[in-house]
C-alpha cells in the first residue's frame, strides 16, 4: 500500500512541476515575412500588403462569416476599408508580441503570432495581446503569401 502512496505522490509530483516552455522555432524565412507584415499593417501599407504578403485569393475567416477575396482590387478595397475604420478608431500601430504556433509543411505553413495594438494617445487598443492565425502559401516565384487569415478578434476594432 505504502508503494503505491509513494508512486502517487511522485506522480503528483512530477505532473506538478513547471516545466520551461520551449520557444517556437520559426524559419528566418516567415519570421521575417511575418515582422515584415505587421509593420506594413502599422504603416498602413495597402500597396505592400496587396502585392507582396496577400495572396490571392484570400479567405478571412471570422466569427460571424467568411470573407473569400477573389483579386487584388478585392484585396486593395478590402484593406482600404479596413485602414479608413482603424484611422476613425484612432489607431496608431502594432507591435508583434510572439509565436504562438507554427506547423510548416511542403510550400504551406500554419502560423499563429500575438501582437498588440495601440491608439494615437499610446494607450493600448482594444486586448493587451491579440492574436491571429494565417495560412501561408508558396507562390510560383517560391515566396510566402498569406492565403487564409483567422483573426481571433475584430480587425479594425
Not at 519570421?31 to 499593417?41: K, L, P, R, S
Amino acid at each position: 500500500m505504502r508503494r503505491v502512496i509513494y508512486w502517487g505522490l511522485a506522480l503528483l509530483l512530477v505532473s506538478c512541476q513547471n516545466t520551461a516552455t520551449s520557444k517556437l522555432e520559426v524559419p528566418k524565412e516567415i519570421e521575417t515575412f511575418i515582422i515584415d507584415y505587421v509593420q506594413a499593417w502599422s504603416d498602413g501599407d495597402v500597396e505592400e500588403i496587396t502585392e507582396n504578403v496577400y495572396g490571392v485569393p484570400l479567405t478571412l475567416y471570422r466569427s460571424d462569416n467568411l470573407i473569400s477575396l477573389q483579386s487584388k482590387d478585392e484585396i486593395r478595397g478590402f484593406l482600404t476599408s479596413t485602414f479608413k475604420q482603424l484611422d476613425e478608431n484612432g489607431y496608431s500601430h502594432s507591435i508583434f508580441n510572439d509565436w504562438k504556433h507554427i506547423k510548416v509543411g511542403d510550400g504551406v505553413a500554419i502560423v499563429e503570432q500575438s501582437f498588440t495594438r495601440y491608439l494615437n494617445d499610446g494607450s493600448v487598443m482594444g486586448a493587451p495581446e491579440r492574436t491571429a492565425s494565417y495560412i501561408l502559401k508558396r507562390n510560383e516565384n517560391g515566396n510566402y503569401r498569406i492565403h487564409g487569415m483567422i483573426p481571433h478578434t475584430e480587425i479594425a476594432e
